[in-house]
C-alpha cells in the first residue's frame, strides 16, 4: 500500500507559524511522525509539501495509478481551490481531509472546503495527530 500525504501553503512554517493555533512541533517533527507510523503498519508513504497550488495539482494528477489513497491537508487553498478539488475527483482516489487546527471556530472563511466535497471524512482541530487519525481512515477506505 502506498498513500500521498500532500500539504499545502505555510504548512512547511508549523512550529514557527502561530504556534498557539498550530502548535510547537516544527514540518520536520510532523514528517518523521507520519513515516514512522506509517513504518510501524508497513505503509509506503510520500509527503510532499508546497505552497504552490499547480505544484499540488501536479502531484495529485501525477499520483494517478501510482498511490492507494491521499491524505491532504491543502492549507488556505482549500477555502479557495476549485482545481485542486477537480484533481482529487479526476483521479478518483479515496481521499482524507486533515486540518491542524479546529477550523470551524477560527475565521468564518475557513469553515468551507473545498477538498472536502470529495474526500471521505475530514479530520479537524486534533493537532499533528490528525494525520495519524487520517491514515487508519484511508487505510480502511482502501481496503473496503
Not at 512541533?25 to 518523521?32: A, G, P, S, V
Not at 475527483?89 to 475557513?110: M, N, T
Request: net charge negative.
Amino acid at each position: 500500500m502506498r498513500i500521498l500525504v500532500l500539504n499545502g501553503p505555510n504548512l512547511n512554517m508549523i512550529g514557527i507559524r502561530e504556534p498557539s493555533i498550530y502548535g510547537q512541533e516544527t514540518y520536520e517533527d510532523l514528517c518523521n511522525k507520519i513515516n514512522k507510523y506509517c513504518a510501524s503498519r508497513n505503509i509506503d508513504v510520500e509527503i510532499f509539501q508546497s505552497n504552490h497550488e499547480g505544484d499540488l495539482i501536479d502531484k495529485i494528477q501525477n499520483s494517478y495509478n501510482k498511490i492507494s489513497g491521499i491524505i491532504i491537508n491543502a492549507g488556505a487553498y482549500s477555502h479557495t481551490s476549485i482545481a485542486i478539488l477537480d484533481a482529487l475527483k479526476a483521479i478518483g482516489l479515496p481521499a482524507i481531509e486533515v486540518h491542524i487546527s479546529d477550523v470551524y471556530k477560527r475565521e468564518e472563511f475557513r469553515h468551507f472546503s473545498y477538498p472536502a466535497l470529495y474526500c471521505k471524512e475530514s479530520i479537524v482541530g486534533e493537532g499533528t495527530d490528525g494525520y495519524l487519525k487520517a491514515i487508519d481512515k484511508l487505510i480502511n477506505y482502501i481496503e473496503k
